[in-house]
């Protein structure tokens, strides 16, 4: 009982302290792959595909090592011909989010060795003011809780005090003091950055 209402309260606030920021879709680009060379030169086409969609406020996220990879964002020319004539900016740092401040087409490459003529590169267009969605998303239902099959033996003292000891401790406590600086520090530096493209 104690335990399930521990959960219940910390649950409300990660969700009142979460609510301020989620206000934006990120999108992992790649998906499991991340930024690195494709398995083929169409990867990154096929995962920006539909049904994904951009909106204005919505975040990449590319993630990659520094030095094997980097982020270049750059105009049409540049990306269909992997050349650096005119990049409007550059990542080495990552992982890289970048902020998609406006309708549009971002185009963006790796431009580490061959990496662009490989294929690491990604068009996208924001075509929505409104957050954007990586497609169907999936739906769950949690199993309803059932109450717990009494024992049929007679616990000692021993027992009971290690049960009452395990129900009072905050074993969530720490776990959830880590989650919960993460969001807010996410906050802190999305409220920071927010304008600006990392």
Known sequence: MAKGYLTAVSLVMVVAIMAP???A?????GGSLGWAV?????YYDEWAASPRIFGVGDKLVFPYRPGQYNVYQVNKNDFDNCTQVAP???YARGPTTYYLSGKGDYFFYSAIAKHCELGTKLHISVTSDTEGTSGDRFS????PETA???SPHVSTHDEKS???AAISS????PGLASALFAVVLVCVVKDARFGKQQ
């Open 21 to 23: 920021c989620i206000d």
């Open 25 to 29: 879709f990120s999108h992992i680009v």
């Open 38 to 42: 494709p398995p083929n030169a169409t």
């Open 88 to 90: 409007i900016s550059m």
């Open 140 to 143: 769950f239902e949690l199993a």
């Open 148 to 150: 717990p099959t009494p």
């Open 162 to 164: 290690k049960s009452s």
């Open 170 to 173: 905050p074993t969530l406590l």
